[in-house]
């Protein structure tokens, strides 16, 4: 009988046990969370990542607008701490292929662009530890826009294949008062600049690395409409300067101006006509 009983407190045990370990934190998303393995490699996930300044706040509206327009229904939450160290909030859910990440860096006031881009990488690696992803998307405000090239800096053999490019506010070469006036910068017809700062010149590995025909990219930059032919903090030259580095080994390239007092570069990511040309280039 107290053999008995001793068994019966085992098993009682190791369910608690099993219990405990199934337990989750607070998740962003309400939906049904990911419960089969073999569903972990249908999806592909949307990045978003901020300016520098910022946090995921700047993120938000256009996540919503995705949202908005059917394409999932799940939002998560990546937080990178200075040191690089990665934490998920909120988790993929069952049979919602298309989730979002909103990336935030704690450390949004370092002008390292290499530091951006590990952190980027450090994201990239915590989701395909996770979930095992094979293919991802990242949408980039400002220097966000740095983090996601410097990412691409990386060796690529290892991690998920990125599909869809998005740059919104991209300061590819310099920006205004560093280094850029407006109407001072010049680009050739193939988009290069006549002179280059020295992270646009770190990039050029780019025009040999960038993934041959894997990544559609879509560049998205604001002119105020007042003569200084930029976002009043960007040029459009050096948002466009992106066209030498990656068009010719992209799977697809394409501008999209945006114009008015709205294209200001820190009323890009609150933008209607941003959301819906964002909506419309990851929704097809």
Known sequence: MKKRLMVVLGIGLLCLGLAACGKTGKTVSSAKPVAESSTVSKYQPTLFFHGWGSSYHAEQQMAQSLVAAGMTKTITRATVSKQGKVTLSGQFQKNDDHPIVEVDFQDNRNSNSRQWGQWAKATVVKLQQTYHIKTFNMVGH?????????????NQSTLPKLKKQVDIAGHFNG????????????????GKPEKMQSDYRALLKLRRTYPK?????????????????????????????????????????QEQKIIGANAQHSRLHDNKKVDQ???NFLKN
């Not at 920006?175 to 193939?190: A, Y």
């Not at 559609?216 to 300067?241: E, F, M, P």
């Open 142 to 154: 400002s220097m966000g826009n740095m983090a996601i090239m410097f990412y691409l800096l990386e």
């Open 175 to 190: 920006i205004l008062g560093m280094g850029d006036e407006p109407n001072q910068m010049k680009l050739t017809r193939e």
């Open 213 to 253: 025909n894997q990544i559609a990219v879509l560049n998205i930059y604001g002119d105020k409409n007042d003569g200084s032919h930029s976002d009043g903090s960007v040029s459009n030259a050096s948002s466009k300067s992106l066209r030498y580095l990656i068009s010719k080994r992209a799977k697809s390239y």
């Open 277 to 279: 040309l964002l909506v």
